[in-house]
């Protein structure tokens, strides 16, 4: 007996020294790890000759880690990032099309138009973990005691203008003690989108800027009239002394923020605190964000079969449904499962349905290498509006030829 158990034992230590072994790297909070703890260890209950190791940095530093690691040729096996594109080009991913091929993956349960924009040269190099769909949160109580309705699908921004103004409360000395509306600066282009504009003039492949025709400017006007001219939202100034904008709709000092899931369950926090989701309200169009980070094979791996396997748990209906479970995720995989696990979380299953339906309306990024630092560079000179010290036009006007300078630098896909 004592012999049985000692070949036993020496069988089991044998398996876990002879496990492949593979990284799996990711940005986020120490809030945000249970999903993909839960899912690593679901994998490997049902995969025990393959051994996951975790890492996770702050997003300040991930991609600076990232960057370093490709450089000594030692990135992770599978990775998540954004702009998948702009890294398939530099060839440090590995293409996933055969692997697909082999395994019949179920791709077509995907976004495909999300979907496409982990594509380069007509090659799928990753998979969207979820869509950064953007909705209108709203605090109940405070809409309850100004007497404004609820927001729904019939808003559009004069309605929301109105609830804005009302929801606004000054003390004596003319202070605002309670904002109608938070803005998220980098939310820019949703505007802009729902005043029939674009950025580009073809998503696909881009040739030239069109952020200086009229309706990109008006836009871009209105934002900065809710933060100069109705003071309806605090400036840049004032939020660097107020907090984020989810702090400021979880503590109550806000009636409404435009942002993602990703913030509920910090709403959550504050028991006391009634919110709703709403549909963004429109100008022209109904529009929102096609778009999210996702995850890729590092095309330097050495174990490819391993990670592929991982892959197809992560990025499957499996994994896409603990994500969903989560809740601070749009499963960019839609199926009964992922609606379920998704719905299933507060405030209600109604409200939740909206992310869907919004998700509908989502316009995807241009698709051109370098979009990020196009997108940063953009985002750091509408400041110069938002703070009153230059005009719209005159902005948008210079940014735009400079964009045209990027589009002919960077190429198209």
């Known amino acids: 007996m004592r012999k049985l158990v000692v070949v036993l034992l020496c069988v089991v230590a044998l398996s876990m ?7 799996f790297s990711f940005w986020g909070s120490p809030a945000e790890l249970p999903p993909y703890q839960e899912i690593v260890k679901q994998f490997e209950a049902e995969n025990p ?7 996770n940095y702050p997003w300040s530093t991930y991609f600076d880690k990232i960057q370093a690691m490709m450089a000594a040729e030692d990135a992770p096996d599978v990775m998540f990032l954004h702009t998948i594109p702009s890294w398939a080009a530099k060839g440090v991913l590995e293409d996933l099309t055969p692997y697909i091929e082999k395994s019949n993956f179920p791709v077509s349960a995907y976004n495909q138009e999300l979907l496409s924009t982990f594509m380069y040269k007509g090659r799928i190099y990753g998979f969207p973990r979820d869509n950064d769909t953007t909705v209108l949160f709203y605090n109940k109580d405070l ?6 309705p609820y927001p729904d699908y019939s808003w559009d921004w004069q309605k929301f203008l109105d609830a804005a103004r009302k929801l606004t ?12 509306v938070v803005l998220e600066r980098n939310k820019w282009h949703l505007w802009i989108h729902m005043n029939g504009g674009r950025i580009v003039d073809n998503y696909d492949s881009p040739t030239k800027c069109t952020l200086n025709e009229r309706a990109a400017v008006e836009a871009i006007q209105f934002i900065a009239d ?24 979880t503590t109550g000092r806000v009636a409404m923020v435009l942002t993602n899931a990703a913030q509920i369950n910090m709403f959550l926090t504050n028991k006391s605190l009634r919110f709703g989701v709403a549909p963004l309200p429109y100008k022209v169009t109904r529009s929102n964000t096609l778009g999210g980070a996702g995850f890729v094979m590092y095309s330097k791996s050495k174990n490819k079969d391993a990670a592929w396997k991982f892959m197809q748990f992560l990025c499957g209906p499996k994994g896409q449904a603990i994500f969903a479970k989560s809740g601070d995720a749009v499963p960019a995989m839609r199926t009964p499962e992922t609606v ?10 109604q409200e939740r349905l909206i992310f869907f339906t919004e998700t509908g309306f989502g316009v995807k990024f241009p698709q051109i290498p370098g979009w990020w630092e196009i997108f940063e560079y953009v985002t750091r000179e509408l400041d110069y509006v938002w703070t009153g010290q230059k005009s719209a036009v005159e902005v948008l006007e210079y940014v735009t030829e400079e964009v045209n300078k990027m589009i002919k630098k960077f190429g198209t896909w």
């Open 143 to 148: 809409f309850d005691e100004a007497g404004v």
């Open 49 to 55: 000759d393959i051994k996951v190791e975790i890492i």
């Open 17 to 23: 020294f002879s496990a492949t072994k593979i990284r």
């Open 340 to 349: 379920k696990a998704f719905v299933s979380n507060p405030p209600s299953e």
């Open 226 to 249: 809710l933060i100069l001219n109705y003071k309806v939202a605090p400036s840049i100034a004032e939020l660097a002394q107020l907090g984020s904008s989810a702090e400021l709709f």
């Open 169 to 180: 409360k000054r003390d004596a000395r003319g202070r605002v003690i309670q904002w109608g």
